[in-house]
């Protein structure tokens, strides 16, 4: 059998889509909006508390176009705490203002195709712990979209020697280095946890910059040749303001 990487996983995340039913929104009188809204900021809350302490990390971004209207992508220990999550917004009064779009499962992913031969654990590493359990950066956008690397007879990621697939990455690395200080990537693996191979997760604070940074990426063989991808998302961040702003009438 070929030679599969080791990988090293921390967070599990889940990104949920949603619509805001404005009918809904609109047909409702002060009060159910008030109360809808108290529900959302408590939960907004409870999850900046969690990403305070530490122990997760939660974003909401508004989504450009008919895709979706909001995005909340949370990162937490387990996937229990996942679902836990997403039974309490559906419980929410808020909820029912709104429809599912989509969602992705998947987990914070490092492959070890660049490591070093060290002895050393990498969980020790506060540098690698900080990548596998991320603090969202809070970046004005977000881009996600859900990706494969091929698998037909001509070309198949999975069938490449080590060396070549390391090759590759090693070229597609240096690429994602030159985009330092200008957008910051999650990658999260989801192979027997959602429909695609890999959830890619992209902030920065200028939006050009992933249309230049995937743009780039095409040019470059892992992508080129490999890559193969799902729907692209992207928006800008909502805080409590803007959340606010959105859903005032
Ligand atoms: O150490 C290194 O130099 C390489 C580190 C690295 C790996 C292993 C890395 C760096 N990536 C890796 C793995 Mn990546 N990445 C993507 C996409 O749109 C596209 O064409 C592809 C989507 C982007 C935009 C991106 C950005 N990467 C992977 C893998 C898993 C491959 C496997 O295991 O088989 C995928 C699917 C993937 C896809 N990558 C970087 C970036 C950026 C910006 C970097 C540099 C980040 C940094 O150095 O901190």
């Given at each position: 059998m070929n030679e599969a990487v080791a990988t090293l996983e921390g967070w599990y995340a889940l990104h949920d889509f949603r619509t805001i039913d404005w009918t809904a929104w609109k047909a409702a009188d002060d009060e159910e909006r008030a109360g809808a809204l108290e529900d959302l900021n408590a939960l907004l809350d409870e999850w900046n508390s969690v990403s305070e302490a530490g122990t997760g990390s939660t974003a909401t971004y508004s989504i450009v176009g008919q895709k979706a209207d909001f995005v909340m992508m949370h990162f937490r220990e387990t996937l229990e705490d996942l679902n836990a999550i997403e039974v309490e917004f559906n419980k929410t009064?808020?909820?029912?203002f709104t429809h599912k779009a989509y969602s992705y499962v998947s987990v914070v992913e490092l492959s070890s195709?660049?490591?070093?031969?060290?002895?050393?654990?990498?969980?020790?590493n506060p540098h690698v712990v900080a990548r596998l359990k991320p603090?969202?950066?809070?970046?004005r956008y977000v881009c996600f979209y859900p990706m494969n690397k091929t698998r037909n007879l001509s070309d198949n990621w999975y069938m490449l020697p080590m060396e070549e697939r390391r090759e590759m990455i090693r070229s597609h690395g240096l690429i994602g280095r030159s985009y330092a200080g200008k957008v910051k990537q999650i990658i999260t693996g989801s192979v027997g946890l959602d429909d695609w191979e890999w959830g890619v997760t992209l902030f920065s604070d200028d939006a050009l910059q992933f249309k230049k940074l995937v743009y780039e990426m095409r040019f470059d063989e892992a992508s080129a040749r490999f890559g193969e991808f799902g729907a692209f998302y992207v928006g800008s961040l909502l805080n409590g303001e803007k959340i606010d702003e959105m859903l005032k009438l």
């Open positions: 009064t808020f909820a029912r195709y660049m490591a070093g031969n060290s002895d050393e654990d990498p969980m020790q603090a969202l950066p809070g970046s």
